[in-house]
């Protein structure tokens, strides 16, 4: 049975893209190298070192120059990032999923600095656990991320829903033995063709669930 539901931060609580890129422009641009909006989401969700290195590596730069790569991205993030917005529905969903006996949890591949913040912190109540890049070795796609979370619940990957809306970010779930839902939020749903079911917006999340657990209990 399901027990849990896993939700990504970027793209699926808050609509981050925006001001992410920017910082990523401004730190690649001295280097000569660029990253446009779909390739940031379609590469959303690994951590900021790896993605730091794939950038540097596939401009022909040392991947050693990851770190300070990074360091001047975050700072112009938290210097500059003024506009972070929480997705509509994301408030009103969470309620109704705690109602029918789900827990629920976060799995972000960025840090707990950058996404905690007082825009966020009233959703945050809503979780049972939360992971971040700080907790993981290794990123999305990597099953980590989502199986640290299961664990943290005490239960088995196949009893959590998992909210994506990135292919890394679902990779990892499906890799992790989890139920994917995809959301096309930030990219159009061809992109999202491993997730078991994709929706449009958050608000049809509720009925969605209602219906998975409905068909569990029938197969029993």
């Not at 730069?61 to 991205?73: I, N």
């Not at 905690?116 to 109540?125: E, L």
């Not at 992971?131 to 239960?155: F, W």
Request: with cysteine; charged share 20%; proline share 5%.
């Amino acid at each position: 049975m399901f027990e849990a539901v896993l939700f990504d931060f970027d793209g699926v609580i808050a609509d981050t893209a925006t001001e992410n890129l920017a910082a990523w422009h401004h730190a690649l641009h001295p280097h000569g190298m660029d990253i446009s909006h779909e390739e940031y989401c379609l590469l959303e969700g690994k951590k900021s070192i790896e993605l730091g290195r794939l950038l540097l590596e596939r401009s022909g730069k040392s991947a050693e120059a990851a770190a300070d790569l990074v360091a001047v991205k975050e700072a112009f993030y938290f210097k500059n990032h003024h506009g972070l917005r929480l997705f509509s529905g994301v408030g009103q969903v969470m309620p109704i999923l705690i109602g029918k006996g789900l827990k629920l949890g976060l799995v972000s591949g960025g840090s707990a600095r950058r996404i905690n913040n007082p825009i966020t912190a009233p959703i945050f109540k809503f979780f049972d656990v939360i992971v971040t890049a700080d907790n993981c070795v290794t990123g999305k796609p990597s099953p980590e991320p989502y199986l640290h979370a299961a664990q943290g619940l005490g239960l088995q990957p196949q009893q959590c829903i998992v909210i994506e809306n990135a292919p890394l970010g679902i990779t990892s779930a499906k890799t992790a033995g989890m139920y994917c839902i995809g959301l096309s939020s930030t990219l159009d749903k061809r992109h999202l063709g491993e997730a078991d079911f994709v929706i449009e917006t958050l608000e049809s999340l509720p009925a969605l669930i209602e219906t998975l657990l409905a068909e569990e209990g029938t197969s029993l």
